[in-house]
């Protein structure tokens, strides 16, 4: 479809693709009733299988629209070395440039791990439709307390990892893989001056919450992922590059890391392991930082977003 125009054919994308998560969400919250019906834990567990098998669905069709409608090649290194199982345990980290990050890492690792799960907040599970789509996916929701909440109600303390654990529990009967946006926010140049981030194409990596997940899963994780996703000729709004076509190449980087080499510990009360967790976080995001660098030195043309010295831009 070279000779569709890119704004054409992102009106086209888009309509798509909002096709294919009505058609997907549809089925989902049709299984997501009778797995609210039916008590049978079996029975849930097959509910909840075909729920995944709904969100490959989309996650395929999405890429077989990209492919059929534009060029971008997807450039993906390190998957071949990774020995992935799609029945283990994995948690995922990766850097957060747009909202197309979700479709990229769902798309490169949708045939090597179990589908991927998001830690959501207590209150999505209250969002109508959204909520119950959730569920049924088996999204694990956290619900965490302020320190003024604890402070005023002591009782509290140690209520968010037991809640979380709990949601995390059928985890234990159906292989998962589960990630992370560490950086918790969308890049942008404004926020990456104002963090006074010591990376170059990077935000600080906010340890808390994956700390919080290694503490109530690490157990059962196998291995780390560290997914590193680079767009080099971005445009200003990555989301409409993808839909038009205008990116040459998406780069996507994985490597594996063993659980068992993952600092684990009790990341609230402990402040020496604070310290160290905080440390290897850092040190591991000095590493995608470099590996970023290298990527970008491949190529020709670097799309300015990726200068921390240009003018502010909106990423979305």
Same mark, same amino acid.
């Given at each position: *479809?070279?000779?569709? %125009?890119?704004?054409?054919?992102?009106?086209?994308?888009?309509?798509?693709?909002?096709?294919?998560?009505?058609?997907?969400? @549809?089925?989902?919250?049709?299984?997501?009733?009778?797995?609210?019906?039916?008590?049978?834990?079996?029975? =849930? !567990?097959?509910?909840?299988? #075909?729920?995944? #098998?709904?969100?490959?669905?989309?996650?395929?069709?999405?890429?077989?629209?990209?492919?059929?409608?534009?060029?971008?090649?997807?450039?993906?290194?390190?998957?071949?070395?990774?020995?992935?199982?799609?029945?283990?345990?994995?948690?995922?980290?990766?850097?957060?440039?747009?909202? /197309?990050?979700? $479709?990229?890492?769902?798309?490169?690792?949708?045939?090597?791990?179990?589908?991927?799960?998001?830690?959501?907040?207590?209150?999505?599970?209250?969002?109508?439709?959204?909520?119950?789509?959730?569920? /049924?996916?088996?999204? %694990? $929701?956290?619900?965490?307390?302020?320190?003024?909440?604890?402070?005023?109600?002591?009782?509290?303390?140690?209520?968010?990892?037991?809640?979380?654990?709990?949601?995390?529990?059928?985890?234990?009967?159906?292989?998962? @893989?589960?990630?992370?946006?560490?950086?918790?926010?969308?890049?942008?140049?404004?926020?990456?001056?104002?963090?006074?981030?010591?990376? =170059?194409?990077? *935000?600080?990596?906010?340890?808390?919450?994956?700390?919080?997940?290694?503490?109530? !899963?690490?157990?059962? $994780?196998?291995?780390?992922?560290?997914?590193?996703?680079?767009? %080099?000729?971005?445009?200003?709004?990555?989301?409409?590059?993808?839909?038009?076509?205008?990116?040459?190449?998406?780069?996507?980087?994985?490597?594996?890391?063993?659980? =068992?080499?993952? %600092?684990?510990?009790?990341?609230?009360?402990?402040?020496?392991?604070?310290?160290?967790?905080?440390?290897?976080?850092?040190?591991?995001?000095?590493?995608?930082?470099?590996?970023? /660098?290298?990527?970008?030195?491949?190529?020709?043309?670097?799309?300015?977003?990726?200068?921390?010295? #240009?003018?502010?831009?909106?990423? /979305?």
């Amino acid at each position: *479809m070279s000779f569709v %125009p890119k704004p054409l054919k992102a009106v086209i994308n888009g309509l798509l693709a909002s096709l294919n998560i009505l058609f997907w969400g @549809c089925l989902i919250l049709i299984l997501a009733l009778f797995k609210a019906l039916l008590p049978f834990r079996k029975v =849930r !567990l097959k509910l909840s299988a #075909a729920c995944n #098998a709904c969100m490959s669905g989309w996650v395929a069709l999405n890429r077989w629209i990209l492919q059929l409608t534009t060029g971008t090649r997807w450039n993906v290194r390190g998957l071949e070395q990774a020995q992935l199982d799609r029945q283990g345990w994995y948690l995922v980290l990766a850097n957060h440039l747009s909202w /197309a990050d979700i $479709f990229v890492v769902t798309a490169v690792l949708r045939d090597q791990v179990p589908m991927l799960k998001f830690f959501m907040k207590q209150q999505l599970l209250y969002v109508p439709v959204m909520g119950l789509a959730c569920w /049924a996916l088996d999204m %694990p $929701f956290m619900r965490r307390f302020t320190k003024s909440q604890i402070v005023n109600n002591p009782k509290l303390k140690g209520k968010d990892i037991e809640t979380t654990r709990r949601s995390c529990e059928k985890f234990k009967d159906l292989p998962t @893989c589960v990630i992370n946006f560490v950086e918790g926010s969308r890049l942008t140049l404004a926020k990456h001056q104002r963090q006074r981030s010591p990376y =170059r194409y990077l *935000m600080k990596p906010k340890a808390g919450g994956i700390a919080f997940a290694l503490n109530t !899963l690490g157990s059962q $994780f196998d291995q780390l992922l560290d997914v590193t996703i680079v767009y %080099p000729d971005a445009p200003q709004n990555i989301m409409y590059g993808v839909l038009s076509g205008q990116l040459s190449s998406i780069e996507v980087a994985v490597r594996t890391l063993p659980i =068992r080499e993952v %600092p684990q510990g009790n990341y609230d009360s402990d402040k020496a392991f604070r310290v160290e967790f905080q440390q290897w976080l850092n040190g591991l995001w000095r590493e995608k930082d470099d590996t970023i /660098a290298a990527i970008l030195a491949e190529q020709s043309h670097p799309a300015p977003v990726y200068d921390k010295l #240009a003018d502010p831009v909106r990423i /979305a």
